[in-house]
């Protein structure tokens, strides 16, 4: 199994373009610090790519990656389809992005496929420029991550029933939020994709600790970031995403279990963005890592 991180930024990206906060500014003075939206790319077969959340970067996040170039036909492209892991805007709104498709195949639970159609009119706009397929990711049962039924099996882990914004009054549902439990069959090496999570329910912990490689939600470094740099009223669990330091933090978690873990989903407030801040010490001494954009797991 091939994944290629595309990104690894919280909403708005880092930098976020009207943000003028020490991790926006120190971006925008180090380019090498820049962070495009949190986004996977996993090989399901040769030549073909499954896209992990379409975010507004999507066009960058293809160029940046050779295996994700079109050709040798003029419109002949290895990007297959894409899995949603939810149905908020940075993780959605690549789809328009990709109307020049000759079809858009997508995998998407019950909730965010309901959304997607029925709140932001997906297929009424794309309907006159591609042929728009939908695979349901149903949380009860395992599902090929290739349409063609080889390869890569997924399982949808619901972690929470936190609805985007633009859905708050639809009904209520636990997949809503799901990580991704990738198995490849032929090696037996499984990955997790949790970019967003705002508990630690049984299943995800049981999936974490068998997984070789946990890839985990890192908006907020604690909880009172929000609140502490004026971005939010809130803390980060009552943004919907458990910070990773602290009594409620995911570093005491990860730290426990067996395989890689990276962190993922970064916000622009987190201190992690500056590669010499000191919280990068303290995850090395659990064992722990920050994803960048560009990295690539062979499991």
């Known amino acids: 199994m091939l994944l290629r991180v595309l990104g690894t930024a919280a909403g708005g990206g880092i930098p976020q373009w009207n943000c003028a906060c020490p991790g926006c500014s120190g971006a925008r003075a180090h380019p090498g610090r820049r962070r495009r939206h949190a986004s996977l790319a996993v090989r399901a077969g040769e030549g073909r790519w499954y896209l992990v959340n379409a975010t507004p970067d999507i066009g960058d996040q293809i160029e940046a990656h050779p295996d994700l170039h079109p050709g040798p036909g003029a419109r002949q492209t290895p990007v297959a389809g894409v899995v949603?892991?939810?149905?908020?805007?940075?993780?959605?709104?690549?789809?328009?992005?990709?109307?020049?498709?000759?079809?858009?195949?997508?995998?998407?639970?019950?909730?965010?496929?309901?959304?997607?159609?029925?709140?932001?009119?997906?297929?009424?706009?794309?309907?006159?420029?591609?042929?728009?397929?939908?695979?349901?990711?149903?949380?009860?049962?395992?599902?090929?991550?290739d349409s063609s039924g080889s390869g890569v099996r997924i399982d949808a882990v619901p972690v929470s029933g936190k609805r985007p914004r633009y859905a708050a009054g639809a009904p209520g549902h636990d997949a809503w939020v799901v990580a991704l439990r990738l198995h490849d069959p032929d090696t037996g090496r499984t990955a997790l994709?949790?970019?967003?999570?705002?508990?630690?329910?049984?299943?995800l912990h049981r999936a974490a600790a068998e997984a070789d490689c946990v890839i985990v939600d890192g908006t907020f470094w604690d909880d009172e970031e929000p609140r502490r740099t004026g971005i939010s009223s809130r803390t980060a669990t009552a943004m919907g995403h458990l910070p990773i330091d602290g009594p409620q933090g995911t570093a005491r978690i990860l730290a426990t279990l067996p395989g890689r873990c990276l962190y993922t989903h970064l916000n622009n407030?987190?201190?992690?963005?500056?590669?010499?801040?000191?919280?990068h010490k303290e995850l090395a001494r659990l064992g722990l890592e920050v994803a960048d954009d560009t990295l690539v797991i062979e499991l």
């Open 193 to 203: 994709y949790a970019p967003a999570v705002a508990a630690w329910p049984d299943a």
């Open 269 to 279: 407030t987190n201190p992690l963005l500056d590669p010499a801040a000191p919280e």
């Open 84 to 145: 949603l892991t939810d149905a908020e805007l940075d993780h959605t709104l690549g789809l328009w992005r990709l109307r020049e498709a000759d079809r858009l195949e997508i995998v998407a639970t019950a909730p965010v496929r309901e959304a997607v159609e029925d709140r932001l009119r997906l297929g009424e706009v794309l309907t006159p420029y591609t042929t728009v397929t939908w695979r349901e990711l149903d949380t009860r049962r395992t599902v090929a991550l």
